[in-house]
């Protein structure tokens, strides 16, 4: 294993592998860090190779040159509703009992879309002697085909059961 043409030698090194360069990118500076001097710099002459983030936060303007405009339209509004004299609390007790709602079914459906007109129709005599309507609304003028290929449109699959979501 030795060998007679190597020399060992002990020495020290005193200064590191990259001699003083580092890479700086691999060091974001955030919000609170970086001295005072330092924001105040990126204030004035911003380095692009130094971003400073801005955590979420979007900018209210735009800079032109050394100058801040500011966009009213670009500053957040929040819209909250008045809640004087509202009597119930913000909050939903841990002690509530559950609610639970019976399963929608197809019964519940033709109820709510079709039987206040089938109801209206039929106190106004507007029937003939198999029960069709006289005055078709759009949806029951339509065909079994043309009912399913409106069904069958974009975005009517969301809640199909082949469908695993």
Do not use: H, W
Request: with cysteine; aromatic share 10%.
């Amino acid at each position: 294993m030795s060998s007679s043409c190597m020399i060992l030698r002990r020495s020290i090194a005193t200064s590191c592998v990259c001699n003083g360069k580092r890479n700086f990118r691999k060091f974001l500076l955030y919000g609170k860090r970086g001295s005072r001097n330092f924001k105040e710099q990126q204030m004035k002459n911003p380095d692009p190779y130094i971003p400073i983030d801005k955590r979420g936060v979007r900018d209210i303007g735009y800079q032109i040159g050394d100058k801040f405009v500011t966009v009213p339209e670009m500053i957040p509004e929040l819209i909250v509703p008045s809640l004087e004299d509202f009597k119930l609390k913000p909050y939903v007790s841990y002690r509530a009992e559950g609610i639970t709602e019976p399963e929608f079914t197809a019964q519940d459906l033709f109820d709510v879309t079709y039987s206040k007109k089938i109801k209206e129709d039929f106190a106004n005599g507007q029937l003939d002697d198999n029960g069709e309507p006289l005055n078709p609304n759009e949806y029951e003028k339509l065909t079994s085909q043309q009912a399913k290929e409106q069904a069958g449109k974009t975005g009517c699959d969301l809640f199909s059961e082949k469908k695993k979501l």
